[in-house]
């Protein structure tokens, strides 16, 4: 596989990942990072902790809940964990910078991703943003959003002809308070807690990505490009993959009980039961139709849309070596 990396980029990521290389390629142990904190958006992986499909394959698996404050592209670098969930645009900027991560399955199919926007504000589509606030979550999950204004030939430097973006945190105050005139919501969580909030739905317009033609994939598993090299990890991640995936459509097929296991998870206690279980429902919208193997076709899509970015695209030139075939190929047998 080749990368495109300086010398520099390359030593500093291949220190950084040597621990990783070093510490847990012997032994049947994983760590997975996830995204964010527990919650029915992972429940295929503590579906397959707590029914058993990771050990049945020889593992012992620990699932790291993530955060505000936890970038899994540097918690796989520093070598605390084995492998990664990531949106593709955030780990394919981490490639491109120099982070060799590499996908190795792709348990979701379809993207969560959308804009929740006020109705009386007169927004009908894209053209409508002009002059408006918009909210935007940052930490790489940004640039779907920046790609998408780019295509349009909208400016996200504000003033009339552009919007003004609002870096938004990871709730839904800024729409409820009419700080902004949209939000990013995923169909699986946020726009449930706009309702939530005593909103209707008659009073919203929502964009999904996937809609507007500029969906990108999310919540596909990295690890660092040096691993696969080694026969051992390769032989594990085949398992962690085929594993995961038992969990994933088991997790489909019972979402009650699915979203039941995730709570038991959730040390914090912070999730309920019926947020659980509705997020549940719209995840596995999401999951279906994948096997866990990478569509080239969404994989492109995806390229597409992050080099269509005019004169500050995501990423400058096409990845070369950013996914792999070989784990799932083995895992699907």
Not at 2 to 8: P, R, V
Not at 89 to 114: C, D, H, T, W, Y
Not at 263 to 289: C, N, P, S, V
Request: glycine residues 10%; aromatic residues 10%.
């Amino acid at each position: 596989m080749k990368t495109f990396l300086t010398g520099a980029a390359t030593a500093i990521a291949l220190a950084l990942s040597a621990p990783a290389f070093a510490a847990s390629h012997s032994d049947n142990s994983v760590k997975l990072q996830l995204q964010w904190v527990t919650q029915a958006q992972f429940a295929g992986y503590y579906v397959a902790l707590e029914k058993g499909f990771y050990e049945e394959e020889g593992l012992d698996v620990t699932v790291l809940p993530g955060g505000p404050d936890i970038a899994p592209p540097q918690v796989l670098a520093g070598g605390g964990a084995d492998a990664m969930l990531n949106w593709m645009p955030s780990a394919l900027a981490a490639r491109e910078k120099g982070l060799p991560v590499v996908n190795i399955a792709q348990p979701f199919k379809s993207s969560g991703l959308m804009l929740t926007c006020w109705k009386d504000t007169g927004i009908t589509g894209p053209q409508d943003f002009k002059g408006k606030t918009i909210g935007v979550w940052f930490f790489g999950n940004e640039y779907p959003f920046l790609s998408w204004m780019s295509q349009e030939g909208i400016s996200t430097e504000g003033g009339e002809d552009g919007v003004t973006v609002l870096k938004q945190g990871f709730n839904v105050d800024p729409l409820i308070q009419r700080q902004a005139d949209c939000i990013s919501t995923m169909t699986y969580n946020e726009y449930g807690q706009v309702l939530d909030a005593g909103v209707s739905e008659d009073e919203l317009v929502t964009f999904k990505y996937e809609d507007m033609g500029v969906a990108t994939l999310e919540d596909g598993i990295y690890v660092l490009e040096e691993n696969l090299a080694d026969p051992m990890f390769k032989e594990k991640m085949v398992k962690f993959v085929r594993a995961s995936m038992k969990g994933w459509k088991y997790a489909e097929e019972n979402p009650d009980e699915a979203a039941e296991i995730v709570l038991e998870y959730d040390e914090t206690g912070a999730q309920t039961e019926a947020h659980q279980k509705r997020m549940m429902g719209e995840i596995a919208k999401l999951t279906a139709g994948s096997n866990g193997a990478l569509d080239e076709a969404d994989y492109q899509r995806t390229v597409d849309t992050l080099l269509g970015g005019g004169s500050d695209p995501v990423i400058s030139k096409a990845p070369e070596g950013a996914w792999t075939h070989e784990i799932t190929d083995e895992a699907l047998k």
